[in-house]
């Protein structure tokens, strides 16, 4: 009902992704550089804050969530063209912990400029089951999805009192993404030992974002304050490139890499088109697959985030 399928042929490297994540961190540390080399010979800099928070942001998932979606169709489908009966379902992944550190140079004319790495996760670990004339056949999917974005953002503050103050950032990110899943399979007939066999791995992949948002802070000393801010982010991460474990009650087990499709595949018993994931090592082709590309992973949403910010120097 839902394989992983492995052949011989192998991924491609990964140099590229590994290229443009160097040069993208280089951008990034030269702009900090010369804005702090410009700004100390011009007295402008006006203090460096530390700037630490947390909280919970939403997550499209794009390919995956879709795939979800329609594997819940299936098994509906299945249970009732063949009068089982289905429990459980296939969760969605949606909401998660979402982290981020940025050093930020407070510049004149309430403007600022951040730097920042974050970290958020995306999981979740749900079942499906049919059931008929005492032969179960269950379906689990555990999947966890991580990224670490690195930000460069610009700041406007808008000074509220002499202890509040509302601000706007928008920025560029490069955001670097890793998923991990597992996929078990069993059937059980009449309470015999379970027939099973299960896929487990890994992929990464990482892609240019952008992010903007708006927040509120509040003094409680000189140099220290509370902030709450709403932030949106845009990034889509395509050519997920990893490897896939294979093993199954029989003892065999295979390792291979592996790239990560989306396409859309026909099922001969409901006789319809669903939308899949394909984990697979070349391209799937053939009568059964249409609409074929490379997987995407959307890790775009919007966050919630409390924190503090450190001030060293003028506020």
């Known amino acids: ?61 794009s390919d995956i969530n879709i795939f979800f979606r329609d594997l819940n169709v299936m098994m509906g489908n299945t249970a009732a063209l063949t009068g089982a009966d289905l429990t459980g379902q296939f969760e969605e ?15 004149p004319q309430n403007f600022a400029v951040g730097i920042g790495v974050g970290y958020l996760v995306r999981s979740g670990d749900s079942t499906s089951e049919l059931v008929m004339f005492g032969v179960n056949n269950s379906v689990g999917v555990q999947t966890r999805f991580t990224a670490v974005p690195i930000t460069l953002n610009g700041y406007y503050n808008l000074p509220l009192s002499t202890k509040a103050r509302a601000y706007a950032k928008a920025g560029v990110g490069y955001y670097i993404g890793k998923g991990t899943y597992t ?43 509370l902030f709450f801010e709403t932030v949106g982010r845009y990034a889509n991460l395509k050519n997920w490139k990893g490897t896939d474990r294979y093993s199954d009650f029989l003892g065999a087990s295979e390792s291979a890499s592996v790239d990560w499709y989306y396409a859309e595949e026909y099922d001969g018993l409901t006789r319809l088109w669903y939308k899949t994931v394909q984990i697979l090592d070349q391209e799937p082709s053939g009568s059964y697959y249409r609409n074929v ?15 503090i910010k450190i001030t060293f120097g003028k506020k």
């Open 183 to 225: 996929v078990r399979q069993e059937e059980t007939v009449l309470g015999l030992a379970p027939v099973w066999d299960e896929s487990e791995g890994n992929a990464s992949s990482s892609a240019f974002g952008f992010q903007g948002g708006v927040g509120f802070e509040f003094n409680v000393s000189e140099n220290v304050a």
């Open 1 to 61: 009902m839902l394989h992983v399928y492995i052949t011989e042929k192998r991924i491609r490297s990964k140099e590229k992704p590994m290229k443009k994540r160097l040069i993208f961190l280089g951008i990034v540390f030269l702009l900090t550089l010369g804005l702090s080399s410009m700004s100390y010979a011009d007295g402008a800099i006006k203090g460096f804050t530390l700037k630490l928070g947390g909280g919970m942001g939403s997550w499209s998932g």
């Open 93 to 107: 992944l949606n909401y998660g912990p979402d982290f981020e550190g940025e050093f930020i140079l407070e510049l």
């Open 293 to 307: 590309r490379k997987a995407e992973v959307s890790y775009s949403g919007v966050l919630l985030r409390l924190g």
